[in-house]
């Protein structure tokens, strides 16, 4: 054999780089499902069933096209728990030339594998991932010398780079580059959601559920309904539902919540686009077709390329240029444990039940249940990065490091000092029930902040900004709570303290 190509189960694209000027005459490909892989978190059911599910259809792929594909099945019994221990193996029956791989996108493993060559004593190729917009270097080229890195500009050179909603005389589609001001609608009901799209299981998938109801039955989460797309072909269907069904309201519903539905107008397409079964590029390209063809409108599909091109972008620069120092950072001081209501959704927030519960059923929730609601809770209640960070990483089924990392430690938990925002995201419970119907079924009161019943939220936002008035009080953008904060008479000051230091020695009780 000529190579050995490795393709890791984030990597399910037909042109990834390892693939490339590759001979299924002379060179074969080794895939592996493995414990150390699946269980160093404890992973949601759906999202083991998703990876291992979409990986055995995509070997089967290759296979149809010719290829010879080793592929390790999970068994809990077998002596191989890590890649290294099927790579080891395949290396010495087959005795490859080279080990090819495209880079991880995981720090811990990127690491482990740059030093493989030394344990195998084969040369081990790792090919830059270029499903990307940006590549490594030209983040760090961009972020170089700047005093702050904002996502908006960097944004904007994307725009530039793809030409996504650009004019031919290069400026931003219908003059501005961004409408996010005009996306913070609540919606009430109408219009309607669209259903979910939904692909009932077939033979493998079948298996894979089974297995991992039978190995991993103390992972979080359940393998109830699940009706993740598992193949290109599919994952591509899904894509035409949103930009059929939800595109057009995407923007001015993209940051509400409701009581009644899970999905809202988002795409749930994150689980696709980060394990390879679309590509992030064709998706913006297929949501501006939509927009030029007059089937969505420009705040609505801005809104949308500017997550994928700018803030996914954005948030893979931010950890490659950081790490592995980032992941340690906790510049709040951070000492609390995660309470258990995040594991369980019990709970009589209702706002987080609901989150939770949506979490625990689908191994999804929207991005401002994420940042909003248990993001926000985590960082009033002063949670330890590393365990809302850990939790994030778990519980979701588009969870990778390199995007939940910056997204929990940065965006949600300020606990890096502001590369993804320029103030923290803390809220009352004001704004929950500005943007939602979560309050008006809450066992607390959102217009209360000192009572026995009191929404929780709403101390706890005044003991954080109390607590960390040295952090904030020089950021322009807050100085206007500091005020607001001084302005309450003294006794008002105390009970919010008062009340705020009894939910944070009772937080699992709430
Ligand atoms: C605390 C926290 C943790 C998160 N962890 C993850 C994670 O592990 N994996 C993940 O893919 N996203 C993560 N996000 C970002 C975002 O919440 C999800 O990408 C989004 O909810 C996925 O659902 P969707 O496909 O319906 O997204 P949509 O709302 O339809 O957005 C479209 C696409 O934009 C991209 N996107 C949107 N926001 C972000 C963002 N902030 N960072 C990166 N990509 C973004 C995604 O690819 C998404 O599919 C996190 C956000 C927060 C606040
Ligand atoms: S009252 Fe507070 S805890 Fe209850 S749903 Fe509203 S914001 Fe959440």
């Known amino acids: 054999m000529r190579h050995l190509i490795l393709i890791l189960g984030d990597q399910l694209t037909p042109d990834i780089s390892a693939l490339r000027e590759a001979d299924p005459e002379q060179d074969a490909i080794v895939m592996a499902e493995v414990s150390d892989e699946a269980s160093y978190t404890n992973h949601h059911k759906k999202k083991i069933v998703l990876l291992f599910s979409a990986m055995r259809h995509f070997a089967r792929e290759l296979e149809n096209n010719g290829w010879t594909v080793h592929y390790h099945a999970y068994d809990p019994d077998s002596p191989h728990h890590s890649l290294l221990d099927v790579i080891r193996e395949r290396v010495g029956q087959d005795q490859p030339e080279k080990v090819i791989t495209t880079e991880?996108?995981?720090?811990?493993?990127?690491?482990?594998?740059?030093?493989?060559?030394?344990?195998l004593n084969v040369p081990v190729e790792i090919r830059p991932d270029d499903r990307f917009i940006a590549t490594k270097r030209e983040f760090a080229r961009w972020a170089e010398g700047r005093k702050q890195l904002?996502?908006?500009?960097?944004?904007?050179?994307?725009?530039?780079?793809?030409?996504?909603?650009?004019?031919?005389?290069?400026?931003?589609?219908?003059?501005?580059?961004?409408?996010?001001?005009?996306?913070?609608?609540?919606?009430?009901g109408k219009p309607p959601a669209p259903a979910s799209f939904r692909v009932e299981p077939d033979a493998i998938t079948r298996d894979v559920i089974e297995l991992v109801d039978d190995t991993f039955s103390d992972h979080f989460g359940t393998t109830d309904d699940f009706h993740f797309a598992v193949t290109a072909?599919?994952?591509?269907?899904?894509?035409?539902?949103?930009?059929?069904?939800?595109?057009?309201?995407?923007?001015?519903?993209?940051?509400?919540?409701?009581?009644?539905?899970?999905?809202?107008?988002?795409?749930?397409?994150?689980?696709y686009i980060n394990c390879g079964l679309l590509d992030p590029l064709g998706v913006c390209e297929a949501a501006a077709r939509h927009y030029y063809s007059g089937q969505a409108p420009l705040n609505a599909v801005e809104g949308f390329i500017r997550q994928i091109i700018g803030w996914r972008e954005f948030v893979r620069g931010i950890y490659w240029l950081l790490m592995p120092e980032y992941a340690k950072e906790n510049r709040l001081g951070n000492d609390r444990d995660l309470p258990w209501f995040y594991w369980t959704g019990e709970t009589g927030m209702r706002c987080m039940h609901k989150a939770i519960d949506a979490t625990r059923r689908n191994g999804y929730a929207h991005h401002i249940q994420r940042l909003m609601v248990t993001g926000n809770f985590a960082l009033l209640a002063g949670v330890k990065p590393e365990e809302i960070c850990d939790w994030y990483l778990a519980v979701y089924a588009d969870a990778y490091d390199w995007v939940e990392l910056?997204?929990?430690?940065?965006?949600?938990?300020?606990?890096?000092?502001?590369?993804?925002?320029?103030?923290?995201?803390?809220?009352?419970?004001?704004?929950?029930?500005?943007?939602s119907d979560y309050c008006s079924h809450c066992r607390y009161n959102v217009s209360e902040a000192t009572t026995e019943d009191a929404c929780p939220f709403n101390a706890l936002y005044w003991h954080f900004i109390h607590r960390h008035r040295r952090d904030f009080e020089g950021n322009p953008r807050m100085g206007m709570m500091y005020?607001?904060?001084?302005?309450?008479?003294?006794?008002?000051?105390?009970?919010?303290?008062?009340?705020?230091?009894?939910?944070?020695?009772?937080?699992?009780?709430?």
């Open 104 to 119: 991880c996108g995981e720090y811990r493993l990127d690491a482990a594998i740059r030093q493989w060559h030394e344990s």
């Open 150 to 188: 904002r996502m908006e500009f960097f944004y904007r050179e994307m725009r530039r780079k793809t030409g996504l909603l650009m004019t031919p005389d290069g400026n931003p589609e219908g003059g501005e580059w961004n409408y996010d001001a005009d996306n913070r609608k609540k919606w009430t």
């Open 233 to 271: 072909g599919d994952a591509e269907a899904a894509l035409a539902h949103f930009l059929d069904f939800a595109l057009p309201c995407f923007g001015d519903y993209q940051d509400a919540m409701s009581d009644q539905e899970d999905w809202l107008f988002h795409s749930i397409l994150s689980p």
């Open 406 to 435: 910056p997204n929990t430690l940065g965006m949600v938990m300020h606990a890096d000092g502001g590369y993804l925002g320029s103030k923290p995201y803390a809220a009352s419970g004001k704004y929950i029930q500005r943007m």
């Open 483 to 510: 005020r607001n904060w001084d302005r309450q008479k003294p006794e008002r000051r105390d009970a919010l303290l008062a009340r705020a230091e009894w939910l944070l020695e009772n937080l699992n009780t709430l």
